[in-house]
């Protein structure tokens, strides 16, 4: 039931937001919509207003709209969907080192929108789309990607505004030094557990959040200065700081106050393969007992590769499992080890009006999309692989899972996807709508069309092409579901 509303909701509605801008672009330059469909494939039911069929079909991967004008198919177009997991630290204080960051790319593999791909002249009826000059057929493409990226910043001006804006629960608490990690530059300079923060660059009474605002102003070679106290005795510590511990703030402030709990286990990667499931806690590693979610990433961190033995509590259940971290590499080249899990934290919400819910929303977002923006270019560069695609099975769990943990985790499943089909559908490839405005863009500056013949290897390219890619985004899906695999 769970995954059936999750599907629903995710990607029902993200694929009717992208198909939405289509139809209303479309009717604002004067062209007949024949067919408004969420699915593709056949019709199961729907109702009919004015020249518009809008239906439910079959196949509830997808979803099209057919203009007058296009390639009389029955399919116009198919969206298919795949999730990109790239599992790499999360920088920043509330979260640790080896939370699994999970950035997920959805790809529309094949938009068969006939237009200009398939017709040689520009003799259709006035309300065709073949009749319409390339600047509105282009606008035409484009509204689809412009609504999935602006779409976003109303659902969470929405949210923002009636539940709140979410945060760790623990950043509005004072600093206690929950543990400092060995061999880090806080040890060194003598901060330790239990230490209470009183003071740090001049910021008196700090707590989580202003630490964290004062260490994201930090820079390389640069020198951290704090008082901290401990049983009534108050010391000042003079801290230097270096890259890698901007990359890393608990080398600075120890590990936040964040208990090893399990939010999530990936499929496929070493945590799920060793028997490790979603709210176990982690009490020992390597028989050494841990408190704090940072203290168990950096034993993970530090294992390079080697089998780590995990003490977990589940329901009050002790078990003993082995994890074998696995090697990945980050942004800047260095291998890392993780298992792939991601950590639960408690949330609080802060209420605003609603030009302030309206700001944040729209820097959530822009955020997203620079997120989204980088790993397509990480899979085009090689730096992420194929591999690390999920098809609609993990999608599917994936929204399983949000409507199990409630709204705040649906609609950022929703963000997600809506962004990545915005940008994704920009890419200059054949078939997607970027592919399209590509072709226009170039008959409009050769001021003719171009062959039919061109037209239809331009489509082939692209629909090959995106075809490879979902079936081996297709093939990884499976073979991770393989009891062999897990």
């Known amino acids: 039931m769970d995954l059936l509303l999750g599907v629903a909701l995710v990607l029902g509605v993200m694929i009717l937001v992208h198909e939405w801008g289509h139809f209303i672009a479309a009717r604002m330059f004067g062209v007949r919509v024949d067919v408004f469909s969420i699915g593709f494939g056949p019709r199961l039911f729907g109702w009919k207003r004015g020249a518009t069929d ?50 997920e790319i959805t790809f529309k593999t094949a938009e068969m929108r006939g237009v200009d791909q398939l017709l040689r002249r520009n003799t259709g009826a006035p309300d065709e789309l073949v009749s319409k000059p390339r600047w509105q057929r282009a ?77 994201a102003k930090l820079t390389p070679n640069s020198k951290l200065s704090m008082e901290v106290e401990d049983s009534g005795t108050r010391r000042s510590l003079v801290i230097p700081v ?36 979603e709210n176990d806690l982690i009490a020992a590693v390597d028989g050494q007992k841990i408190q704090w979610w940072g203290e168990f990433t950096e034993r993970v961190r530090g294992s390079n590769g080697k089998p780590v033995a995990l003490d977990v509590d589940r329901k009050g259940q002790l078990l003993h499992l082995v994890v074998t971290p696995q090697a990945a590499t980050n942004e800047r080249g260095e291998t ?56 609609p099975v993990g999608i599917s769990r994936a929204a399983g899972q949000a409507a199990r943990k409630g709204p705040l985790a649906i609609i950022s499943l929703m963000v997600l996807i809506s962004v990545n089909l915005g940008i994704l559908n920009l890419l200059p490839i054949p078939i997607l709508d970027g592919g399209h405005i590509l072709l226009l863009g170039i008959e409009g500056i050769l001021r003719r069309d171009m ?24 093939y990884n899906d499976v073979v991770r579901l393989l009891p062999i695999h897990s």
């Open 54 to 103: 809008y239906r439910v079909s079959a196949l509830p991967l997808g979803g099209y709209v057919r203009m007058a004008g296009q390639d009389p198919s029955d399919i116009d177009s198919m969206h298919s969907t795949a999730i990109a997991r790239t599992e790499k630290d999360k920088p920043g204080l509330h979260v640790g080192a080896e939370a699994v960051g999970v950035s």
């Open 336 to 391: 890392i080890y993780q298992i792939g899990v991601q950590v639960h934290e408690d949330t609080a919400y802060k209420r605003v009006a609603f030009p302030e819910g309206a700001r944040y929303a729209a820097l959530v977002t822009v955020e997203k999309i620079k997120e989204t923006a980088g790993i397509v270019g990480k899979l085009f560069s090689g730096r992420v692989s194929l591999k690390q695609l999920q098809g």
């Open 451 to 474: 062959s039919l013949a061109f037209k239809e290897r331009f489509v082939q390219v692209g629909l090959v092409f995106l075809l490879v890619v979902f079936a081996i985004v297709m």
């Open 242 to 277: 270096e890259q890698k511990d901007l990359e890393q703030p608990e080398r600075l402030l120890g590990f936040a106050p964040i208990r090893p709990v399990l939010e999530d286990v990936a499929p496929g990667l070493p945590a799920q393969r060793a028997g490790l499931k």
């Open 139 to 215: 606008i035409i493409s484009f509204a689809g990607p412009f609504v999935n990226l602006i779409f976003p910043i109303l659902l969470l001006t929405v949210y923002f505004v009636a539940v709140g804006i979410p945060y760790p629960a623990y950043q509005d608490k004072p600093v206690q030094v929950a543990a400092v990690p060995a061999n880090s530059p806080a040890a060194a300079a003598g901060l330790r557990g239990g230490d209470k923060v009183v003071a740090i660059d001049g910021e008196q009474n700090p707590d989580w959040e202003q630490v964290e605002k004062v260490l």
